[in-house]
T-cell receptor, first 114, second 115 residues
């Protein structure tokens, strides 16, 4: 089975722009979670999608949004980018949610905001 | 607030030695899970071991075992017979099983296994 894939792997944007990141889960997994990883803050939970619905979210501003499609692929969007948004963005998939099953992580998208 | 503290930012040991990574957490909840994740350099995060808080028996996975002290809110990871491939960032995390379940992460410990 193919693992979790994320595209693009690297991205450079400037302040004020917006960006969309994509995550394709393992086949059969219906839950996708997103995390932000920075050296200063560590890993922080952004949100979780299950069956095209946001089921849970962390404490991030509304500039961070996401969606999930019927094939369970998920996208994350960040609008009006700030320098502090530079981070590794990880997505993880699980069969029914990380509170039920093991979650499997993708390689991440490294976002640099200049 | 729920927090996870990993007090060792970096550790290094010789190959074949045993190493223990520490983790403490703070919560008033009684129903939760604890995890150790491993993030090798430039590779994907993987689950190392998982412990249910209601279980008194410490979880083990081959060379990896935990020392779960619920009263002390401590959850350390022991790696026996360490191998070069164990070099990675190790993250402790816990999951509160309430209506707003979230995974709370520690800052990580960078573990270097020296040949």
């Amino acid at each position: 089975k193919a693992g979790v894939t994320q595209t693009p792997r690297y991205l450079i944007k400037t302040r004020g722009q917006q960006v969309t990141l994509s995550c394709s889960p393992i086949s059969g997994h219906r839950s996708v979670s997103w995390y932000q990883q920075t050296p200063g803050q560590g890993l922080q939970f952004l949100f979780e999608y299950f069956s095209e619905t946001q089921r849970n979210k962390g404490n991030f501003p509304g500039r961070f949004s996401g969606r999930q499609f019927s094939n369970s692929r998920s996208e994350m969007n960040v609008s009006t980018l700030e320098l502090g948004d530079s981070a590794l963005y990880l997505c993880a998939s699980s069969i029914a949610g990380f509170h039920y099953n093991e979650q499997f992580f993708g390689p991440g998208t490294r976002l640099t905001v200049l | 607030a729920q927090t996870v503290t990993q007090s060792q930012p970096e550790m290094s040991v010789q190959e074949a030695e045993t190493v223990t990574l520490s983790c403490t957490y703070d919560t008033s909840e009684s129903n939760y899970y604890l995890f150790w994740y491993k993030q090798p350099p430039s590779r994907q995060m993987i689950l190392v071991i998982r412990q249910e808080a209601y279980k008194q028996q410490n979880a083990t996975e081959n060379r990896f075992s935990v020392n779960f002290q619920k009263a002390a809110k401590s959850f350390s990871l022991k790696i026996s017979d360490s191998q070069l491939g164990d070099t990675a960032m190790y993250f402790c995390a816990f999951l509160i099983m309430d209506s707003n379940y979230q995974l709370i992460w520690g800052a990580g410990t960078k573990l270097i296994i020296k040949p």
